[in-house]
């Protein structure tokens, strides 16, 4: 793909990336060979990216897209279905005809809920003036989705390492957002490890818990909130090394995310994981308990696994510590996590390290040098981690 790129030059803005003849051999799948479902599958995530399992039970049968997840072709993240293989969906999307297109966007529209993303999908389909369509715009620009909408993309800023652009986009909405749940999101967005870094070299204490409690204030009643809340302060207490209090907020967090928080369910076995883990006390059970995927933004990172990969390199399992977090940075990549990619990669040099192993530790450095993600950390580690190879080396 990169020949191709460097000679085609880059496509244009909403073009397609080549895809090169031998994606075939890549994938080890050959398109010519996929059943008309798969195709079908296949070509409507790549034309939607967020495509949910039951809008894609619309296009074909459930029994088709688990054979398509068994098979390998998709992949399951909670309610969220992509191709396994990104260039396989592309090619197949190259190979289809425009009227094809069309046609698959139409039937996209009747099943997708969301008003501006049925809108989208109806836009695409037309080709000409449609009244459904213009009803449908209308509807959905009178929508208070509109503010929705910047929530659910600052928490896409906030897994894409982009604090900046996330403190742009939602400072200026907190006096439109609606009272409530929406106001809460917004406010422990802000809150965000990465977020406060951006504010400058100081991690402000009382500014973070300040933001936590605006949030908690909004929507105190609302157990997804009230997860949020307390998994936050329970980070607070463990990076302040308030340990006791820290195990009775990531305990309650815990009961809440399964009460109706899905999208802590991950980050609150994190949070209790360091504790115990800070006791000497082991956190295989919470690896275990560990759901397959949330159904919303959630950082990698956060992880119960994550723990239990620090809590190896404690004991002196350095090599499998490095093994466990190497393979979920490289899933924090796949995902375009870049929050958890500078968290992975601080652990696994601290790994390194530990082992001894200078020319490791010396290589993440260097790149981490020559990046400016390091801010997204409201730590100095990276100039502790120099330092400490300057010592060992």
């Known amino acids: 793909m990169g ?5 085609q030059g880059l496509p244009a803005f909403g073009a397609d990336l080549p895809v090169p ?3 075939e051999d890549v994938s080890g ?3 010519a060979q996929l059943s008309d479902a798969a195709c079908r599958l296949l070509l409507a995530v790549a034309l939607n990216a967020d495509l949910l399992r039951s809008e894609l039970s619309a296009i074909e049968t459930p029994g088709a897209v688990e054979d398509a997840v068994s098979a390998g072709l998709l992949r399951l993240d909670g309610e969220h279905v992509r191709a396994a293989h990104p260039l396989l969906a592309l090619a197949v ?4 005809s425009p009227s094809v297109r069309r046609a698959l966007h139409s039937v996209l529209a009747d099943a997708v809920a969301d008003r501006e993303r049925r809108a989208l999908v109806l836009a695409l389909a037309a080709v000409g003036p449609d009244a459904r369509l213009a009803t449908t715009v209308a509807a959905a620009a009178a929508a208070p989705a509109r503010r929705l909408d910047a929530v659910r993309l600052a928490e896409h800023l906030a897994l894409a390492g982009e604090p900046q652009r996330l403190r742009e986009l939602l400072m200026p909405e907190l006096g439109s957002l609606p009272a409530g749940a ?5 406010w422990l967005l802000l809150a965000e490890p990465s977020c406060q870094a951006s504010r400058g070299p100081v991690w402000d204490w009382d500014h973070c818990e300040a933001l936590v409690d605006a949030a908690l204030v909004e929507c105190a009643d609302d157990p997804a909130i009230r997860a949020s809340v307390l998994v936050r302060r329970a980070g607070h207490a463990v990076s302040t090394m308030r340990i006791a209090e820290a195990e009775t907020l990531a305990r309650e967090a815990l009961s809440a995310a399964c009460r109706g928080a899905p999208n802590e369910r991950r980050s609150a076995p994190y ?6 883990a800070l006791r000497g006390l082991p956190v295989d059970a ?6 397959a995927a949330t159904t919303g933004a959630c950082h990698l990172a956060w992880s119960a696994e994550c723990v239990f990969a620090a809590r190896l390199a404690w004991r002196g399992d350095v090599r499998r510590a490095y093994e466990l977090l190497a393979r979920w940075l490289a899933l924090a990549d796949e995902r375009g996590e870049l929050f958890s990619h500078v968290l992975l990669r601080a652990q696994l040099c601290d790994v390194a390290l530990r082992a001894g192993a200078w020319s490791t530790a010396s290589h993440l450095l260097d790149e981490w040098a020559g990046s400016s ?3 997204l950390l409201p730590f100095p580690v990276y100039e502790r981690s120099r330092a400490l190879l300057s010592a060992g080396a």
């Open 3 to 7: 020949r191709l790129l460097v000679e």
């Open 21 to 23: 003849d031998a994606i």
């Open 29 to 31: 799948t050959s398109v």
């Open 93 to 96: 999307k190259q190979r289809s």
């Open 182 to 186: 929406l106001r809460a999101r917004a």
């Open 271 to 276: 949070q209790l994981a360091w504790v115990r």
């Open 286 to 291: 919470l690896v275990a308990e560990r759901p």
């Open 373 to 375: 993600d390091g801010e």
